[in-house]
């Protein structure tokens, strides 16, 4: 029996507020009996809602007055509840801060459990990176709200979070992925140290994932090494299907890839034709050249080999390129071309006369007729 109530004792002393919390339950349950056995019938204290308001403003030492006892029995009653205010309260009230102060610190270092859902999860922390990224999102409505949570390696964060307001930390360990809840996540971006670590990492919440079903996540693999996007690519669709690779030397390419799932894909994918079968090439239109509807520029170069991506506003080398044509865009000397070809295009200005470009536009609208 002894072996017994010392199991019991330690258990409940295992967790400090369970003690005081006990006591304080205990002398409710005392303080109640003295009151209801001693106290005048109809007395109003006896009232178990009424017995129940002045616990809380006695045990709290506060005491309004509005009730009190008035027996001897009843105020030994009162007197147990005050005490156990005063001592076992304290206790628990402190308890709970220390549990809150806790609680703060746990979440600051990345040690806490998240309560998120429908929030981006990027595994792996570069401040700048993130902080870039995370201003990108906020200038779109429909993320400006959206938490966002950074898995970190021990040596990437060695401090607490410099950051709570934009982002929050978790430490990365055995179970990192559960309290960063990458199941209940919007999209999750792997930005490892170099492209075998952004890999390997992938495999781990791929594997993750799948133990722990769930809606489907939007999953990013962050790219360093352009030169290797097709070797990449082709490990991670050995992982699984619908991983998309990013380059992450661009936060808002970054940014737009996280917010437009299928994007990052038409990204890599165009990043990865210029880097096999064609090139992007800066083309610069010569001084007093003329002056042509960028459509039918476009067409001109389409009939020999090229594709007209953006047009730039100078020759100078920071000069803005549009990719977006606008009605009645034209394109006249003294501006630049990016376009993409197997090799550098010689365009024969020249031969840019009014009937050799209409007749394609013509040419055009008649098979646009027809369609429709």
């Known amino acids: 029996m002894p072996f017994l109530v010392m199991r019991v004792v330690h258990r409940i002393a295992a967790r400090a507020w369970r003690a005081p919390a006990l006591v304080l339950l205990a002398a409710a349950v005392l303080g109640w009996l003295l009151i209801a056995a001693f106290e005048k019938p109809g007395a109003e204290i006896r009232d178990p809602p009424h017995y129940l308001w002045y616990f809380f403003v006695s045990g709290t030492t506060t005491g309004y007055g509005d009730l009190y006892p008035e027996t001897a029995g009843g105020r030994i009653g009162g007197a147990v509840v005050i005490v156990a205010g005063l001592t076992a309260g304290l206790m628990l009230f402190a308890e709970l801060t220390l549990w809150m102060a806790k609680g703060r610190t746990m979440k600051a270092n990345g040690r806490a459990r998240l309560h998120h859902r429908r929030h981006i999860v990027i595994i792996g922390y570069e401040r700048d990176g993130l902080r870039a990224i995370i201003g990108q999102l906020r200038a779109d409505s429909e993320y400006a709200k959206t938490p966002v949570a950074t898995v970190f390696w021990q040596e990437q964060l060695p401090g607490d979070n410099p950051d709570p307001e934009l982002y929050d930390v978790v430490l990365f360990d055995d179970t990192a992925y559960e309290r960063a809840r990458l199941e209940d ?73 996280i917010r437009n799932p299928g994007i990052a894909s038409i990204y890599h994918n165009l990043a990865s034709t210029l880097d096999t079968d064609s090139t992007l090439f800066r083309v610069d239109v010569p001084e007093g050249a003329g002056e042509w509807p960028r459509l039918e520029l476009a067409i001109f170069l389409l009939r020999r080999g090229s594709t007209l991506l953006a047009v730039g506003d100078s020759h100078r080398p920071n000069a803005r390129f549009r990719l977006a044509a606008e009605p009645g865009d034209t394109v006249r000397g003294g501006q630049s071309l990016a376009v993409v070809a197997p090799d550098r295009p010689e365009i024969p200005w020249h031969e840019l006369s009014e009937g050799t470009v209409v007749g394609a536009v013509q040419a055009i609208q008649a098979i646009q007729a027809i369609q429709d």
């Open 185 to 257: 996540a919007r999209t999750v971006l792997v930005a490892g140290r170099n492209d075998d670590e952004t890999v390997r990492v992938m495999l781990g919440v791929n594997a993750y994932l799948r133990r722990h079903g769930g809606a489907p996540v939007h999953l990013l693999a962050g790219v360093h090494d352009g030169g290797r996007r097709a070797e990449i690519t082709e490990a991670l669709d050995l992982i699984g299907g619908g991983i998309e690779p990013v380059d992450l030397d661009d936060p808002a390419v970054v940014a737009v890839a």
